[in-house]
């Protein structure tokens, strides 16, 4: 498990929105870890492998024929089984939303994250929400410039969105100093509540579409990369096909659907606050 500070954070906030489902148990997940035995695992990994909902996916140098032989010799013989299905349904708002404060021995450098629930990945608000992220990310990105340029509030600082497949989490985050963490907690809703009223720039807007086209290209450069990508759709429920239409889904954003996808998630009293403080 990373001991980054980003995903020592990301579970508390997941655990906030999301309560006890399967999307976030995660409050004593080191504990809980260490008293699986093999037996555990090894039931837990059976009950996936279940013919009704396997998905074998092969890209490369392989005709079809010998596909199915491979996929035969590997997968042939489980028995069948019932599909196993989520414990839990997500939750279509927050179950417990406003601020959450949590203090860490050691800890010198304070870090806040305020997230919102978000669409289900690939509809069409969601897609809309992923080139917003690229608006307000990464350097020159709005929450970078208006947090850490202009304000000093902190070296790591943006937004993420979280693409889920029943629902997403979208969240802005900063590492200020633990004296201004309320300020970086400000600047981040105040701009996200931006996004809920004014149109995203044309300069920013094609400049994070194009950056989302050209990450996906990039990532699908290996066939390693391809096949786990038409198997992960496929087995969601979407179809493989999707992965090659996802340029076009990012193409037909407009700026205004940005600005309405954002009002229906950036709602004030849905926001989920997490503050981390160095112990008093």
């Not at 989490?169 to 996004?195: H, M, S, T, W």
């Not at 996802?246 to 700026?255: E, F, H, K, N, Q």
Request: glycine content about 8%.
């Amino acid at each position: 498990m990373s001991d980054h500070w980003t995903e020592r954070k990301q579970p508390c906030l997941l655990e906030r929105r999301f309560e006890f489902n399967g999307y976030a148990e995660l409050r004593d997940f080191l504990d809980q870890a260490a008293a699986l035995s093999e037996t555990d695992c090894a039931h837990w990994y059976r009950s996936l492998l279940v013919p009704e909902t396997a998905v074998v996916a092969f890209v490369g140098d392989i005709d079809g024929e010998r596909a199915r032989e491979v996929a035969e010799r590997l997968f042939g013989d489980l028995p069948p089984a019932p599909a196993p299905q989520p414990a839990f349904a997500a939750p279509q708002q927050p179950v417990s939303p406003g601020v959450h404060v949590l203090r860490k021995k050691d800890l010198k450098q304070a870090v806040t994250f305020v997230g919102y629930t978000a669409p289900p990945m690939l509809t069409d608000d969601a897609v809309a929400l992923d080139v917003l992220n690229g608006v307000l990310a990464g350097l020159g990105g709005r929450l970078f410039v208006e947090l850490r340029d202009k304000r000093s509030l902190g070296y790591m600082t943006g937004s993420a969105f979280n693409s889920l497949h029943a629902r997403s989490v979208f969240f802005g985050y900063a590492n200020p100093a633990p004296d201004r963490v309320d300020e970086a907690v400000d600047v981040i809703q105040a701009e996200l509540a931006k996004a809920t009223k004014e149109l995203v720039t044309e300069t920013e807007f094609e400049r994070s579409r194009e950056w989302l086209i050209g990450s996906q290209l990039m990532q699908l450069q290996r066939n390693g990369s391809q096949a786990t990508a038409y198997g992960t759709f496929e087995a969601l429920g979407f179809g493989y096909g999707v992965v090659e239409r996802t340029p076009d889904l990012i193409r037909a954003v407009t700026r205004e659907r940005i600005r309405d996808a954002a009002a229906g998630v950036f709602i004030p009293e849905n926001a989920v606050i997490v503050k981390l403080l160095p112990a008093e």
